[in-house]
């Protein structure tokens, strides 16, 4: 990786080559990552082991792409690097015959290190479009909610 910048594009197409070693190596061995459901995982190795299972059981035929990526430079050798990307073809489960796409948001935060850019710490955020925050029902089930449309108080 030779600048910040192809993080998101070298995940991507690691993610769409089914290769969690190359995805996982853009990771420093130390990282973290926290995903979608708040699954946290504390290094290299941990990364691509979620990441192998996740690409052949739930995501074998999916693809991801990036829509838009942008650079916060915090020092000469550390960034953050946002990334809205699009995953389409999720494997079916329960319910969900045919699983939509969805839409999120990548933080990556990239260090430069004595090996190159190299992702120190990682966290994907689902987009839930018209909603503003989650709110647990009484049967302990997370709901996108908008409490914008309720009347004011």
Known sequence: MK???????LFA???????PDA????????A??????????HDRDAIRKAHAYGLSR?????????????VKWLTDTVAVVHARLRLEGQSPVGDVRVPGSRASIFSFVARLGPEGWRCASAQNTDIIVGKETLVR??????????YRSLPEP
């Open 3 to 9: 600048t910040p910048e192809d993080l998101p594009r």
């Open 13 to 19: 197409e690691a993610w769409n080559r089914r290769d």
């Open 23 to 30: 995805l996982a190596s853009l990771f420093e061995l130390d």
């Open 32 to 41: 973290e990552f926290v995903n979608v459901t708040g699954i946290w995982w």
């Open 58 to 70: 739930i995501f074998p035929e999916s693809t991801l792409r990036i829509m838009h990526t942008r």
């Open 137 to 146: 029902d009484v049967e302990g089930q997370l709901q996108a909610v908008d």
